[in-house]
């Protein structure tokens, strides 16, 4: 079992940066892949992205893509997600996701484990 706690959220303008990061508890965080969600006011949770265990795979939503970031550090237990040139669309709460048998199912939309989730508002 993993437990994910994440961080970094918070308020910022249009155009601007943030990084979220996503700790997981336990020694087998290699054996997970690591991916965000997130669900905005009123609308479905939804895929932003993943990465496999090793690191090397990596996939993204089209509304993020070339604007987001997931890579993940196995010997501090933690996923990060670079997001730059944020827009008002981005805002959401932002959810940490783990999954023991790979992307494909993660990207599916259920993974074994979620984080409490983190508020992102891009103000306009």
């Known amino acids: 079992q993993v437990q994910l706690v994440e961080s970094g959220g918070g308020l910022v303008q249009a155009g601007g940066s943030l990084r979220l990061s996503c700790a997981a508890s336990?020694?087998?965080?290699?054996?997970?892949?690591m991916g965000w969600f997130r669900q905005a006011p009123g609308k479905e949770r939804e895929f932003v992205t993943t990465?496999?265990?090793?690191?090397?795979?990596?996939y993204y939503a089209d509304s993020v893509k070339g604007r987001f970031t997931i890579s993940r550090d196995n010997a501090k237990n933690t996923v990060y997600l670079q997001m730059t040139s944020l827009k008002p669309e981005d805002t959401a709460v932002y959810y940490c996701a783990a999954d023991a048998v790979g992307v494909h199912k993660l990207r599916l939309g259920h993974p074994g484990y979620w984080g409490q989730g983190t508020q992102v508002t891009v103000s306009s």
């Open positions: 990465i496999s265990k090793s690191g090397v795979i990596t």
């Open positions: 336990g020694r087998t965080f290699s054996s997970y892949a």
